[in-house]
């Protein structure tokens, strides 16, 4: 019969602008900055427990208002996609090429919240020139590689500087804390010179030899070492 399958188009029509739509949403996702792309993403993988901020709301004398869930909104926003922070790690030791390192300079640990960063200043491969804050040219080399990861996955970052015990340093009144705080700082400086906002500093501290690394004795070189804690903001 002459009408039977006129309808076909409709379906392929339907069809066609489906795609479109589909198009479109992958587009505007690819344009978003890393919250967007994390918060997306985690939907996706787990559509019933979504990490994107919800309210509810409640009828009230005939007005709608919209009671927020403080407590709710924190956790969801601090959800962190942890296949992203592996991916951070693994992108960091391929700029400084230390995926087949032996002597460890950098250690990388992914934590809930971000990842937690200790540079090694150990006389191989030193960080900063003896008993002074200055970069030697493999600190500025970590420094302008971590500023530009920071920079880029938009995270904040706590600095605190270490030392190991028996350090001879020629000024009396120049102890091991100033010079960790010196190095903390000298820390902040380049890292912001190469590309990090200065608001995304929360915290720089210099320990000293007081908070020494179990795995070694107080004496040894691997104590002398800055920490970076690195973490995604909270909205």
């Given at each position: ?28 996702i ?10 997306t ?18 009828l ?38 230390l ?18 960063v ?7 491969r ?16 970590v ?8 920079d880029?996955y938009?995270l ?10 028996g ?7 120049y ?13 902040r400086?380049?890292?912001v ?15 000293a030899?007081?908070d ?10 691997s ?13």
């Open positions: 019969m002459a009408g039977k399958g006129g309808g076909a188009w409709k379906v392929a029509y339907a069809d066609f602008v489906t795609a479109l739509m589909a198009l479109f949403m992958v587009l505007w690819m344009s978003q900055d890393t919250e967007v792309l994390v918060a993403s985690r939907y996706f993988q787990n559509p019933f427990n979504s990490p994107l901020e919800r309210s509810s709301g409640l009230d004398d005939g007005d709608t208002t919209i009671v927020s869930q403080p407590q709710e909104k924190e956790l969801m926003s601090a959800a962190v996609d942890m296949g992203l922070l592996h991916d951070m790690a693994r992108e960091f030791y391929r700029m400084l090429d995926e087949n390192e032996e002597a460890d300079p950098v250690i990388i640990k992914v934590t809930d919240n971000g990842l937690n200790t540079i090694f200043d150990r006389p191989q030193p960080l900063f020139k003896e008993n002074a804050a200055d970069f030697t040219p493999w600190g500025e080399l420094m302008r590689n971590l500023a530009w990861l920071m880029s938009v904040q970052v706590k600095i605190d500087a270490y030392s190991s015990k350090h001879s340093i020629a000024d009396p009144d102890t091991l804390f100033e010079l960790t705080a010196d190095r903390a700082n000298a820390t400086r380049a890292l010179f190469y590309a990090l906002a200065p608001s995304r500093v929360e915290e720089v501290s210099g320990h030899d007081r020494p690394l179990p795995q070694y004795e107080p004496g040894d070189p104590q002398d070492r800055i920490e970076l804690s690195l973490a995604i903001p909270r909205r």
